[in-house]
């Protein structure tokens, strides 16, 4: 006989056991007694609940990266057009103010996406210098929707320039974390403080919380009036799975991340609590100065020129293609477009020079960038070639690199940006 059972531990959680029994029979042909062998089903069934998990987060990334290409391909007129109309009206124009919030939105906008493939999709974290108040605004106005109207969310912000050394996925992530976690700790409503504001680390404060240097830091509090942690727990809230939810109703991993990403950037997080009266956890994020001079150079910094070089460049949306020849022709080349692979190698074969740079999408219909990288290359092994794309997982620096490609360039890329990267393309093939 077979059959399954639920047994209940000591702390109140229910295990699965797996059993067969089988009877004993005496010479009489009677039973007179059972074996019972019992396998405990609780690994099995988390790895199968691990494993759907990863699979509805592997489909989530696979949905993220299409609407990523898709949005990125309607960003890139609209970042590219609204900067080459600030370089076109003067500052002092109304409009000029105007087009500037487009272009800061539109930027926000590119951002979120990054945000959202960074969350889908594990990939490579670069830190560096940013300015941290931004990331947290943004992040608070995208949970906002997520959480009950209840609760109220108050910003105290007391740092605006503050910089600290970090990634801003990693950073969106966190707030994102905490303050899921608050929410669900006010059910009935309540108030989430997040407070950003300077201080200095004491050396007997660092010594506790190592890899927290001595000196000035950022820190970072979210308060809440939700239930607060038993004390009995609070030492095991950073424990990866650790969890306080029913079954199926979180995966404990929030806070092990958030200690994660704090203690790589080389910061800290503590936690307070009184049951009954909220939580509240201070992240310590060692500060950044940013030289005047080094603002200054980047600002003084030109956007190389074109020399009339000519360029052929292939996507295939219409929008895209128009306004690349328009900024590109804006910093001095002479641009040819083609909107399908079979119009780009039709136009490779019927001129007699070849192209000083060949730009090409890398998602499109009939034959994808790198593929048509390998059809030109054919007949000019030469050609320094570049791929863009709004997402892609077959290229990035490094593969273009392996192929041969002169580089590659993430949708949308600003005026500057593309400007820079065809003028180093262009130069290097030269060199070559």
Do not use: W
Request: aromatic content about 4%.
């Amino acid at each position: 006989m077979k059959g399954f059972q639920e047994i209940k531990k000591k702390d109140g959680e229910t295990t699965e056991v797996h059993a067969i029994i089988n009877p004993i029979i005496d010479h009489g042909g009677k039973i007179s007694n059972f074996v019972s062998v019992h396998r405990d089903m609780s690994r099995e069934r988390e790895a199968e609940r691990r494993e759907r998990q990863g699979q509805r987060l592997e489909a989530l990334g696979t949905m993220a990266g299409g609407i990523a290409h898709d949005f990125n391909n309607i960003l890139t007129p609209i970042l590219g057009y609204a900067e080459l109309s600030l370089a076109m009206v003067p500052a002092a124009s109304p409009l000029h103010h105007h087009i500037e919030q487009i272009d800061s939105a539109a930027v926000r906008a590119r951002e979120l996406v990054k945000q959202i493939l960074a969350v889908s999709r594990n990939r490579e974290k670069t830190r560096a210098p940013l300015l941290i108040t931004p990331i947290i605004k943004e992040a608070l106005k995208l949970i906002r929707g997520a959480l009950p109207a209840t609760i109220d969310i108050v910003q105290e912000i007391e740092a605006t320039e503050a910089m600290i050394e970090a990634d801003p996925t990693e950073i969106h992530q966190v707030v994102m974390n905490l303050c899921t976690n608050a929410g669900l700790a006010m059910k009935e409503g309540g108030t989430l403080k997040v407070t950003i504001s300077q201080t200095t680390v004491a050396a007997d404060f660092a010594a506790s919380h190592p890899p927290l240097p001595t000196g000035p830091c950022v820190k970072l509090t979210f308060r809440d009036t939700g239930y607060g942690v038993d004390p009995a727990i609070i030492e095991r809230i950073f424990e990866p799975y650790f969890t306080t939810r029913k079954e199926g109703r979180g995966s404990g991993l929030g806070l092990a991340v958030t200690h994660g990403i704090v203690t790589a950037c080389s910061g800290a997080i503590t936690v307070y609590s009184e049951p009954g009266r909220g939580t509240e956890f201070n992240l310590y994020f060692p500060e950044v100065k940013q030289t005047q001079a080094a603002e200054d150079l980047k600002e003084r910094e030109e956007v190389p020129r074109g020399r009339g070089e000519r360029i052929l460049l292939i996507d295939d949306e219409e929008s895209i293609t128009a306004l690349g020849e328009k900024v590109l022709s804006h910093f001095g080349y002479r641009v040819t477009t083609a909107n399908s692979p079979t119009a780009a190698l039709a136009i490779i074969e019927e001129e007699a020079v070849p192209f000083d740079l060949v730009i090409s999408d890398m998602t499109m219909p009939e034959m994808t960038g790198d593929r048509l990288a390998a059809r030109i290359k054919e007949k000019y092994p030469a050609m320094p070639i570049i791929i863009t794309s709004g997402f892609s997982e077959r290229m990035n620096n490094d593969i273009a690199s392996r192929l041969g490609l002169a580089g590659f360039l993430e949708k949308p890329a600003p005026p500057d940006r593309l400007a820079r990267a065809v003028r180093r393309a262009i130069d290097q093939a030269k060199k070559d």
